[in-house]
């Protein structure tokens, strides 16, 4: 089952040396609350796992349409 159905309107801002991410995310509708904030701090994490500059992550939850 995928959780994630988009990410979009992706900004990135240069602060300093670092970067920080904005972006909006559609996630599957049967997904509860508790869910979307679970998969929502694991791509904040990842993004910065894999993207040393990177200091803060914002993902934005969206309802399904």
Do not use: M, W, Y
């Amino acid at each position: 089952e995928t959780k994630v159905k988009d990410c979009h309107h992706v900004i990135i801002r240069k602060t300093g040396v670092k970067f920080s991410v904005s972006l909006h995310c559609t996630f599957n509708e049967t997904l509860s609350v508790r869910e979307v904030q679970k998969v929502s701090e694991q791509i904040e994490s990842r993004i910065k796992e894999r993207i040393r500059e990177v200091e803060s992550v914002l993902v934005h939850a969206e309802p399904s349409a």
